[in-house]
């Protein structure tokens, strides 16, 4: 990622590359962190320490695992997001109804922070999670969003994370994207089809502010057996929408 911070902290950075490994790596002792960021053990031993101190890891027999204490953060930035409280009770009410995985999706830093999800009765588990950030090109979320932003923005945001993915299907040139964003305004709903992860299919839709500015987008995901034909196409995008109207009209008046 681009370093933007004018005059970075070097201790920061090596702080949060500490919490990212530990992360990825599902927990690690101080030998296997410092061979995975390549810095000297007793240098790792004196951030795992500190971040021990503060509560932030925790030490599970020399295995150090991320600590709770960023789970009260973290849902103190979703609380903090005014559309978390408007739409989650619609969100649950698309799930409910159609019996599938439900959506809200906001764009932070350039991606996409899922900040609710709603299960339905035939809701199918996925590797992803409330807090889970993707690249906004490879969800039906993310390009419901990135469509209502300005030109300048999302030039901004490809320069800074790229495109392509994992999934095979994944938008891989700026000249599909900016065809991909234009179809997303015209229908007024975006698809992914298996775009992020194969076998999955996604409905999403934008949802502004009273300004017409972008804020989030709601939607719901399943599996490729039961996203197709006129399901797929029709009757989920109708409910969607329904849903993403109901929650604008409740965040101008609330």
Not at 153 to 158: L, Q, Y
Not at 187 to 194: N, Q, Y
Request: hydrophobic content about 40%; some cysteine.
């Amino acid at each position: 990622m681009a370093k933007t911070a004018q005059n970075p902290v070097k201790s920061a950075e090596t702080t949060f590359e500490v919490l990212d490994a530990l992360k990825d790596l599902d927990g690690a002792g101080v030998t296997e962190l410092a061979q995975h960021l390549d810095i000297p053990k007793s240098t790792v031993h004196n951030y795992l320490s500190t971040l021990e101190q503060e509560e932030y890891v925790v030490n599970r027999d020399g295995v150090y695992e991320v600590g709770l204490r960023f789970l009260e953060l973290g849902a103190y930035a979703r609380h903090r997001e005014k559309l978390f409280g408007i739409a989650k009770p619609e969100v649950d009410r698309l799930a409910a109804e159609t019996g599938e995985l439900a959506n809200i999706l906001v764009e932070e830093h350039g991606r996409g922070s899922y900040l609710y999800r709603a299960r339905g009765d035939k809701a199918v588990q996925v590797k992803a999670h409330v807090g889970t950030r993707v690249p906004l090109h490879t969800t039906a979320l993310g390009k419901a969003i990135l469509a209502h932003m300005s030109t300048e923005r999302v030039d901004a945001i490809v320069d800074r994370h790229g495109l392509g993915g994992e999934a095979s299907k994944s938008i891989s040139s700026r000249a599909e994207l900016e065809q991909e964003l234009a179809d997303v305004r015209d229908r007024g709903v975006a698809f992914d089809d298996e775009e992020r992860l194969e076998g999955l299919r996604c409905v999403a839709a934008p949802v502004l502010n009273h300004d017409n500015e972008i804020i989030g987008a709601i939607s719901v995901s399943g599996p490729t057996n039961r996203f197709r034909g006129d399901r797929f196409r029709e009757e989920l995008p109708q409910k969607v929408l329904e849903v993403a109207n109901v929650i604008e009209l409740n965040v101008t008046y609330s």
